[in-house]
């Protein structure tokens, strides 16, 4: 049964509000301002809206000027939900919301709180501001001059048919939004060489390229470059597929999740069954770290894993050995 929280209700409201913050901590890093918050919601019984359902659920909203209410606790414990409980609270508030004026209704949920925001979505809520937060000293860190070194990359196909890689090239260039700017070279050892004037310079760029190519011609792939001077990436694909993804600096441009920091990590195996590089000679070259400078420079690392594989820099592209 849904009614309004009365003064003789508030140990009941103290004991609700304190198991939804002993369930939903604030962030670590904020003040502890509890006792200012349970002061606040004691002098709102009576004057805002705090419901209750029996002893087991807790709502309390408020209008915020002419057209919008703020829904501030949501609570049900655990042994009752699943049994409408929020969605008869909820109700209620955006009764009693709706009699003072009230056209919208916001609140606010941890990004964490998987379950609480899909059911809010399914009753009709949709994301409008989305706070973010981030240690001062990973942001000074990542905020940080980057090197300005250069950019560059090229594409490599497994094949000694140049003439099969230069029809596909150009016609894959339209789809890219390219019609001139690309060069072929070789074959040379096995490969034939792909410069691309905006794949120079746009990452995305060359590894699109080479999955279209990969795709196109069933062939293996190799887009290696470097990126502003101090990220080494390398792309392998197998008939369009990517079968290995490498990055020198895994959480260059931010941090990832710790499964994504491993699979940026070369595979030795795939790189050898591949392109026939040793398997011992990658995991000794084709390193990652946290930081550029726990590695050697770009330009002698990305030439490095080029040797590897069976290709050498040649000033800003690249051409089989």
Known sequence: MIREATADDLPLVRQLWRAFGDEIPDAEWREDDAEEDLRKLEEAVGREIVLLADDV??????????RLGFLDILYVRPE?????????????????????????LELEVLASNEGARAAYERWGFA???????????????????RPAGPTFGSIHVQTDDAGAVERA????????????????????????SVHDELCDRDPKML?????ELS????????????????????TLYDRGGAVDEYASVPEYYGELPPGDVVALGANPTVVARLTGAEPVRVRAVARSARTPAELPPATELVEAIADVMGVAEAGHGWVAS
Do not use: C, S
């Open 127 to 145: 994301p409008v501001e989305v706070t973010l937060a981030a240690p001062l000293d990973v942001l000074e860190q990542r905020l940080g001059d």
């Open 169 to 192: 090239v150009q016609k894959a260039l339209p789809r890219l939004g390219r019609t001139a700017g690309t060069a072929v070279g070789g074959p040379r050892n096995g490969w034939v």
């Open 207 to 211: 590894q699109r390229l080479g999955r």
């Open 57 to 66: 659920g807790l709502a309390v909203a408020e209008k915020r000027g002419e």
């Open 215 to 234: 795709y196109a011609l069933a062939a293996v792939v190799l887009a290696i470059g470097v990126e502003e001077g101090a990220l080494v990436r390398y």
């Open 80 to 104: 009752a939900r699943r049994t409408g409980v929020a969605e008869a609270l909820t109700r209620e508030v955006v009764a009693r919301l709706r009699a003072r004026g009230a056209e919208m």
